[in-house]
């Protein structure tokens, strides 16, 4: 991703992988400026030395956590994406210096509408806040797999987004995810928001990406007989909301809050005691489940990544 | 439950409910015997003072974890299930005194054949544990929602039970669930392991139990437009292998990892900064996500409980 989208180009979004250990790898890659999607990411993300450039790309009126983050300003420079008075002035009464104006460019979530973009810029400015631009996430556009048609639906997303950036002004039009960093290449967007690339997951690994699957849930079989095999890893590890996850070489039959129940495509039975790789649906809420990662290399743990920006 | 299934009638599922504070009103309710999915949990259990008769119902082969148990012994009594010799040979190796046979009664995922029960408690008393019974777990029967047709099949899956229960020996015969703890007046079972009955979910609450929804997810209306709003759940704080949330008087649309979008079914949609609670539709992957849990009695916070027991 670092070759395709260097520097600044990409701004890795948090979210994914909760892990300032992951994060300082990316800064090893020549990326600086990171996305935030909860305030405990970007506290964190300040407190590991990572504070150079962070994006709060998400809303928040709550008050205590907006003064937290607005007390590390000195330390970090930090962007909190504001679509409404009410998030602008509770991210004015807070102390917040930057914000972004998040437009809706199609997803029916966060975002004002692009006409008025504009004047909420004016109203923050008014207040004295520095409005570094726009962001606007087409996140209802990942997984179409048709090339011609994402790329006139992208298009017709950032064509709103433009307009919007018009009439903010400022210097940042940030957009984008793992499922649409290659579709922006003409359409005016500053940086890409993309973080589940790094790990990958089974639903992403759809899009033929060139990026590999990296993270696993690996547990071990507890129970086995000629016709299914179980293994220690259930719903309270993995993200389910994109169904079940995978098991390379085998069928999974169902996931129960401990177990996934499983048989192989041909062969015997796993025995008890054999390790299991488990592949997550969804990257994203299966990280935030966990404690740590161990880092594998060649077969060995060579390494322990606390994931420390999960929770709220 | 306990005016229902008193004393040890029930053994409370700690799975469900992660959390000692709340373990502890189960003893006030006269509870004296808890069941455990995780050795975090039974561990936990045991330091919070609530070790008495601790049911380990899950198998597990690793070695570090059951000595640890296995330390606890003289403060606590801890019962753990097997259903194979592997992992007779790990619990007897870590010097666990005492099991359960786990009997595969239907649920295609762990417990032993019933045909095979007898030996495998033979082979244990031979090395010296003591056998208390047998357990075996009808979680296929859990949602059927026909009466007569749930009482002939759990009935089937109890007669599996009791024949194990006769060639293993033995005081406890330990089975059932939130979804069938009314369906065990003559089945012979001697106790209940139900979790989910305490705070309850969405799809329990299809089967029409006398038990009321007591956990919410409570978020912020962060993002709003006359079609629909935006609260600060998301799948991150969701369990969502049985599918979406639940907002009274509101139709969820879809969750995203940090969010919920929704749109009341009459009327105006919710300000910027409107709480909502956010009902979940499978409480167990859901609390495992959540530090603590706020206590709420007449609209007021009265108490914070640590969700303690969570993690591996």
């Known amino acids: 991703m670092a070759t395709l989208l260097p520097g600044t180009k990409l701004r890795p979004h948090m979210k994914a992988t909760k892990c300032t250990a992951l994060a300082k790898l990316q800064v090893q890659a020549g990326h600086t400026t990171f996305t935030c999607a ?33 007390l590390l300003q000195d330390a970090a420079l930090i962007t909190v994406a504001i679509d409404s008075d009410e998030t602008l002035h509770a991210a004015s009464t807070a102390g917040i210096r930057n914000v972004l104006i998040d ?17 909420l810029a004016d109203r923050a400015r008014n207040l004295g ?15 179409v797999t048709d090339k ?16 919007a950036a018009n009439d903010v002004g400022g210097e ?14 003409s359409t005016g967007v500053t940086e890409i928001q993309a ?14 990406l060139p990026f590999k699957q990296a993270a696993f849930v690996v547990g071990t079989v507890i129970s086995s007989n000629p016709q299914w095999a ?17 098991i390379d070489g085998h069928a999974v039959w169902f996931c129960s809050d401990e177990h996934t129940t499983f048989s192989p495509n041909d062969g015997p039975t796993p025995q ?12 994203d809420p299966t990280v935030a489940q966990h404690e740590c990662a161990w880092v594998v290399e060649n077969d060995e743990v060579v390494d322990r990544w606390e994931i420390d920006l999960r929770g709220w």
Chains 1, 2 share one sequence.
């Open 129 to 143: 806040i520095n409005v570094r631009g726009v962001m606007g996430y087409e996140g209802h556009l990942m997984m």
């Open 195 to 208: 973080g589940s690339y790094s790990l990958m997951d089974t639903q992403y690994a759809q899009l033929h």
């Open 38 to 70: 909860t305030t405990r990411e970007v506290v964190g993300m300040v407190k590991a030395g990572l504070g150079q450039d962070l994006l709060l790309a998400n809303e928040t009126v709550d008050a205590s956590r907006l003064r937290e983050m607005a």
């Open 172 to 185: 940042i039009i940030s957009a984008g995810g793992t499922g649409t960093y290659d579709f922006h290449h």
């Open 230 to 246: 179980v293994v220690d890893v259930g719903l309270k590890s993995l993200g389910m909301d994109h169904g079940n996850p995978s």
């Open 103 to 119: 437009v809706n460019v199609g997803l029916p979530r966060c975002g004002i509408s692009p006409d008025g973009a504009g004047q």
């Open 272 to 283: 008890v005691g054999t390790r299991i790789r488990v592949t997550p649906a969804h990257i």
């Open 148 to 163: 011609q048609e994402k790329i006139a639906k992208v298009e017709q997303c950032m064509a709103l987004l433009r307009q």
